[in-house]
C-alpha cells in the first residue's frame, strides 16, 4: 500500500484481556519494527522483523508480549493478560531493507488503553 | 547504556526566524542519526538521515550537522512557519545496527 496502516486505532481493553494489534507495512518493504510510546516519552524499542523472522526481540518487556510476521508482509504485535502499564501508542514502522540507511516509515498508531 | 538528549523545554520561536534543536547522545558512536517530526496523534515521519562521515545534509529549509567529536547533532528549520510546528525527534541506530534508539524529543511552536 501507500504507506504503513495498523489496526485498531484505538483499542480500549479490560485489565486480563489479551489484544491483537495489526500492521500492514509498504509493500516490499523488507524490514518491520514495532515500537512503543507512553505519554509524553519517547519511542521503546520491541522487535525487529527482516522478512519472517526476528532478529532482534530484546525490547519485548515480558514474556506476555509476542509478535509474528507471515508473508514478509503483514505483521501482529500480541499482548497476553494485559496490564494497566501495557496502556500506550503502539507503533509499527517499515524500511525497504534492515540496513541503517533508510529512514522508517511510520503508522499512525494503536493508542491502547487498560481499564 | 546509550543515552540520547534533547531539548527538554518546549521551544517558541517566532515566524521567519530558524529554529535550532539539539540532539546529544554519550556512551556509543552511532554510525547513522535520522531527525522525524511528530505531531499529535500520528506516527513520526523522516525527514533527513545523516552519517557519521557527513558534518553536514540540507533538505529545502532543513539542516542537520553532527559532531562525533561532541556527540551532538543540531537541526536547523530556516524560515520557519507555524505549520513547522511540532514535535522533533532525533534517533540514532544501535550497536547491533537492528533499530534505532528515539530521544523523546523537543516541541516547538513557531508564533505567527
Known amino acids: 500500500g501507500a504507506g504503513v496502516s495498523q489496526s485498531p486505532s484505538n483499542k480500549v481493553t479490560e485489565k486480563g484481556k489479551d489484544v491483537e494489534l495489526r500492521c500492514d507495512p509498504i509493500s516490499g518493504h523488507t524490514a518491520l519494527y514495532w515500537y512503543r510510546q507512553r505519554l509524553g516519552q519517547g519511542l521503546e524499542f520491541l522487535i525487529y522483523?527482516?522478512?519472517?523472522?526476528?532478529?532482534?526481540k530484546s525490547g519485548l518487556p515480558s514474556d506476555r508480549f509476542s509478535a509474528e510476521r507471515t508473508g514478509e508482509s503483514v505483521s501482529t504485535l500480541t499482548i497476553q493478560r494485559t496490564q494497566q502499564e501495557d496502556s500506550a501508542v503502539y507503533l509499527c514502522?517499515?524500511?525497504?531493507?534492515?540496513?541503517?540507511?533508510?529512514?522508517?516509515?511510520f503508522g499512525s498508531g494503536t493508542r491502547l488503553t487498560v481499564v | 547504556s546509550q543515552k540520547i538528549e534533547q531539548n527538554s523545554e518546549a521551544l517558541n520561536i517566532q515566524e521567519g526566524k530558524t529554529a535550532t534543536l539539539t540532539c546529544n547522545y554519550t556512551?556509543?558512536?552511532?554510525?547513522?542519526l535520522q531527525w522525524y517530526r511528530q505531531d499529535p496523534g500520528r506516527g513520526p515521519v523522516f525527514l533527513l538521515l545523516?552519517?557519521?562521515?557527513?558534518k553536514e545534509k540540507r533538505k529545502e529549509r532543513l539542516k542537520v550537522t553532527f559532531d562525533t567529536t561532541l556527540k551532538q547533532s543540531l537541526f536547523h528549520i530556516t524560515a520557519s512557519q507555524p505549520a513547522d510546528s511540532a514535535t522533533y525527534l532525533c534517533a540514532l541506530d544501535a550497536d547491533t545496527g537492528n533499530q534505532f534508539y528515539f530521544g523523546t524529543g523537543t516541541s516547538l511552536t513557531v508564533i505567527p
Open positions: 556512551n556509543y558512536s552511532p554510525a547513522y
Open positions: 514502522a517499515s524500511s525497504p531493507s534492515g540496513g541503517q540507511g533508510y529512514g522508517y516509515t
Open positions: 522483523f527482516q522478512g519472517n523472522s526476528a532478529p532482534d
Open positions: 545523516i552519517r557519521e562521515n557527513e
